[in-house]
Each structure stands twice: as structure tokens, then as C-alpha cells.
């Protein structure tokens, strides 16, 4: 195109429709403007004091060149035709290059150290669908974004300052390593075809890996690593955990529900974690857990959940021999655990606060309060001679039931639930059995229970309470409960507040009342039956 005076500060050309390049070198040159150019395809700028250019709908521009001292931020959006850029800005801080998608894998190369952007911080290549490998060595970057690339099947990030990542829509990442990296935290679970991951980063503090279904060679160097979430990771090695076991011993919250290529070899590591808090195997085929018994003597969460092959005698050591002295919470839902060993449990465990059991199908009732800790009960050889018998017992004189919380929604075999007073649960908060369609007898002798749910336990005929705290119960569907039966069990309740009894065929709540002359406190009645 034509000369232009080397004063020009400005210059528009938008819609110039037979502009087909610009090749400006002008030392004064500030704003260019470039909208709307069908035929435009190249562009060369020069110029030192360049700080803002403007291009948009070119639709066929393929080639960028700028050279500047003063440019901080470049937006090229939907360029769907930018194949080639090349930028000498040593003050370019901000580059927006979305939806450019047919530039190439020598993009790297440009935003990488020694490519002309040293200050770089911010880089957005979203959507930019040619892009299969992507290798950034940058020393400055902060922010980047490949959220939609979708044909990126390898990322390597060596970008020691790099705070945030975003990697949405990348369904097809198999590779990728981030050595070294500035992030503090990091969501890989979005990237279902990952399988070999590489991770050095000495600020990171949570790693999700949530749903990397083939994930089977990690190696994670993360010394400050706090949790890590590895939920359905189905191939994550006993190597892998024991690599970043030894390599993140500061880690407090370990998830590994559903990582079925767990074993003892792996569990064994765990002793690298001094301060794991939460452990989550649920989902898993474990059958064997001393590794966990023997090492995690800080752990306050044990999540078992669904373990079918654990066996009554996999949980000994816990109401027996006192494992796991700082446990709180335990979730054995659905899982194959017996009869016995849950009533030993609830009546040895004393410093668990939170049991869960729902759909166990081997608990046929729970009547709390004997003493299972009794070692005449148990076989001559189920304690090392002089040790264990007299850990059980100190165990269960040391303090009193700390229980608060007792689920068992959905056991579908339970029957009966008696909490005499004698059991001294005095901190148990909130019962639930819904869902527990056998169930027939519940006699609770609980003197700080708050929240009672019965919903859908449709057997259940026998209801006797003495809980004078209790405020909110629940009988949604409980058909074969008589009125007589409730307005017993509610006379000795003297601070309920909420009362359901929907779908109680049985309970005639029209007369609002009878039942509040029974419990003067009662504030709502929730029933079909009322008007």
C-alpha cells in the first residue's frame, strides 16, 4: 500500500474491502485500527511507541509481524484464518488470541522464553482447535487459558510463576506435565483421557484428579500438597500413591474412592503421611486395611463405603485393639459388614461422632448398650498375650459415648433399634432410618436427641420415646403407625416442634389439639389429612 507521512500517530482503515496487507514502519505510529478487511491477510507494524491495535472480522488474515516497545495487550479473536505470529514486544503483557483456530503448534514457540514477549503474564488460547501439542517454557506467565482445545493430546508447562490454568474442554489431553509450576491448586478431573500425568509444584496445596478413569502413571512432587482427590482414577498404580506419598508428606485429605488398582502394597506407604486426617477407599476391592491400622494414627475420617469384600474380621483391630485412636467419623455404608462387629463397634468406638450405615443388609437390629467390649467374648487368641485386652479395656473406661450423628437410611433388613438410657448416649443428636422398609420397633431412651427421621419405615407399629429435647420428627409414610402409638411416644417429648406425618393413613392430624394437648410445644404438623 501507499507512503505515510513517519509523524502519523493514528490510523484507521476499517472497511477498506480491497485491502489485502499493511507493512507500516513509522516511529510515531500509537493506534492502528483494522476492521472489516475481507481480502486482508497480512500484517507487518513497526513501530516503538505502538500501544493499541484494533482487529476485528478479517477473516482472512494469516500472517501478524509487530514490533513494539509500548504494546502491553494484543487481541486477535477470531482470526480463523492466523496461522503465522511473530511479536518482538518486550512489554506485551496481555495476549487474547480465542477462537484463532487454524493457528499451528509453532505458536508455542513465539510465547515461549526467547520468543519476543519476556514480560507475558496473561495468555488466553481458547478454542483454538489446531492445537494438538502445546509446550510453553515461559518464566513470567501467570494466567492461561486452553479452555476448548479440544485436539490438544499433549501439554507441557514449564512456567515457574503460573498461577492459573484453565483446561475445560480438553477431553482428549492424554500427556501432560507441569514441571515446574507456580499453581496452588489444580483440577485435572476434566480431562477423562488423561493417563500419564507429571506434576512438580512447590506451592500447590489441593490436586483434583476426579474421573481420570486412565490415569495409571502419575508423578506428583508436591511437598506442600494438603489434599488430593483421586476419585475414580480406576488405574491409579500402587506406585503412583507410593511415589506421592513419599514426595507429599504434608498431604491431610487423601480420597481414593473408586481406584480399584489399590492394594496393600500401596496402603503400606501411607506411614510417609504423618497428617492425614481423611481417607476415603470406598468403591474399592479392599480386603485387608492393617496398613492403614498400623499407620494412620492421626486419622479423624475413614470412609469405607461399598467395600464388599472386607470382613468382620478386617475391622478388628479398630473395637479390639484400639486402632485408629483419633477416629470421629466412620461411613460403612453398603458396605458387607456383620451384625456383631457393628454392635461391637458402636459399643467399643466410644470417640466416634459420626457413624454411617446405610443399606447394610447384614444389620438386622441395633439394641445399644450391651457391653461387646467384654474380652471373655472373644476367642483365647484374638489379642497379642498382655496387650490388646487391657488397650479395649482402658479404651472403653476412658470417656463416655461421643456419638452425635447415627445414619442407616435404606437397611433393608433392620427390624428393631432400642437406645436405652443405660447406653449413656448422651450426645447423640440425630437418628435416620429412613428408608428402612422392615423395621418395626424403635424404643429411644436418648435425652439430647434433636432430629428423629422414620420416614418411609412403612412396617413400623412400635414407637417409644423419652427424648425431651427432641424437636423435629419425621414419620412421612410410616402406614401402619396407629394414632394411639404416636400420641404415647410424643408424651414424653416435651420440645417437639415439627411433626410429619404425611401419608400416615393411621394418624388423623384434623384435630390439631388432641396432638398438641400431648405436646404443647408442637409449632407444625405436616399432613395430607389437613385441610
Not at 192 to 202: D, H, M, Y
Not at 225 to 239: G, V
Not at 254 to 268: A, E, K, P, T
Amino acid at each position: 500500500m501507499g507512503f505515510f507521512p513517519q509523524s502519523f500517530q493514528a490510523l484507521q482503515l476499517d472497511n477498506c474491502s480491497l485491502l489485502t496487507s499493511v507493512s507500516l514502519d513509522l516511529p510515531h505510529l500509537k493506534n492502528i485500527s483494522l476492521v472489516h478487511l475481507r481480502k486482508f491477510a497480512d500484517l507487518n507494524l513497526r513501530s516503538p511507541v505502538l500501544s493499541y491495535i484494533k482487529v476485528s472480522r478479517c477473516s482472512a488474515l494469516r500472517c501478524v509481524t509487530i514490533t513494539s516497545n509500548a504494546l502491553k495487550k494484543l487481541v486477535l479473536q477470531k482470526q480463523e484464518s492466523l496461522c503465522n505470529l511473530s511479536l518482538q514486544c518486550h512489554n506485551l503483557i496481555d495476549v487474547d488470541l480465542s477462537d484463532c483456530e487454524s493457528l499451528t503448534n509453532e505458536i508455542c514457540k513465539v510465547l515461549s522464553d526467547g520468543g519476543g514477549c519476556p514480560m507475558l503474564r496473561s495468555l488466553i488460547l481458547d478454542n483454538c482447535e489446531s492445537l494438538s501439542v502445546v509446550e510453553l517454557n515461559n518464566s513470567s506467565l501467570v494466567n492461561l487459558s486452553l479452555a476448548g482445545c479440544r485436539s490438544m493430546t499433549f501439554l507441557k508447562l514449564a512456567c515457574p510463576k503460573l498461577q492459573v490454568v484453565i483446561l475445560d474442554g480438553c477431553d482428549h489431553l492424554e500427556r501432560a506435565s507441569f514441571c515446574p509450576v507456580g499453581l496452588e491448586s489444580l483440577n485435572l478431573g476434566i480431562c477423562p483421557k488423561l493417563s500419564v500425568l507429571r506434576i512438580e509444584a512447590p506451592n500447590m496445596s489441593i490436586l483434583e484428579l476426579k474421573g481420570c478413569g486412565v490415569l495409571s502413571e502419575a508423578s506428583i512432587n508436591c511437598p506442600c500438597l494438603i489434599s488430593l482427590d483421586a476419585s475414580f482414577c480406576r488405574q491409579f498404580m500402587d506406585d503412583s500413591l507410593s511415589q506421592t506419598a513419599e514426595a507429599c508428606p504434608l498431604i491431610e485429605h487423601l480420597i481414593l474412592s473408586s481406584c480399584l488398582s489399590i492394594d496393600v502394597r500401596g496402603l503400606s506407604s501411607l506411614h510417609c503421611l504423618q497428617k492425614l486426617a481423611l481417607l476415603d477407599l470406598s468403591y474399592t476391592f479392599l480386603m485387608n486395611l492393617k496398613p492403614v491400622f498400623d499407620s494412620c494414627l492421626q486419622l479423624k475420617v475413614l470412609k469405607l463405603s461399598a467395600c464388599k469384600y472386607l470382613s468382620d474380621s478386617s475391622l478388628e483391630p479398630l473395637y479390639r485393639e484400639g486402632a485408629l485412636p483419633m477416629l470421629v467419623e466412620l461411613d460403612l455404608s453398603y458396605s458387607s459388614i456383620g451384625q456383631t462387629a457393628i454392635e461391637e463397634l458402636l459399643a467399643c468406638c466410644t470417640n466416634l461422632v459420626n457413624v454411617n450405615l446405610n443399606g447394610c443388609t447384614n444389620l438386622h437390629e441395633l439394641v445399644c448398650g450391651s457391653d461387646y467390649c467384654r474380652s471373655g467374648d472373644m476367642p483365647i487368641d484374638a489379642f497379642p498375650p498382655d496387650s490388646a485386652p487391657d488397650k479395649t479395656k482402658e479404651i472403653r473406661e476412658s470417656s463416655d459415648c461421643q456419638l452425635e450423628v447415627l445414619n442407616c437410611t435404606g437397611c433393608p433388613n433392620i427390624k428393631k433399634v432400642v437406645i436405652p438410657s443405660t447406653a449413656n448416649y448422651l450426645n447423640l443428636s440425630k437418628i435416620n432410618l429412613n428408608l428402612s422398609a422392615n423395621l418395626k420397633e424403635v424404643d429411644l431412651k436418648c435425652s439430647n436427641l434433636y432430629n428423629l427421621n422414620l420416614s418411609n419405615c412403612n412396617s413400623l407399629e412400635i414407637l417409644k420415646l423419652d427424648c425431651p429435647r427432641l424437636a423435629n420428627l419425621q414419620l412421612l409414610a410410616c402406614t401402619m403407625l396407629q394414632e394411639d402409638e404416636l400420641k404415647s411416644a410424643l408424651s414424653f417429648c416435651g420440645a417437639l416442634e415439627i411433626l410429619n406425618v404425611h401419608s400416615c393413613p393411621q394418624i388423623n392430624t384434623l384435630d390439631f389439639g388432641r396432638l398438641q394437648a400431648v405436646c404443647p410445644t408442637l409449632k407444625r404438623i405436616q399432613s395430607s389429612l389437613i385441610a
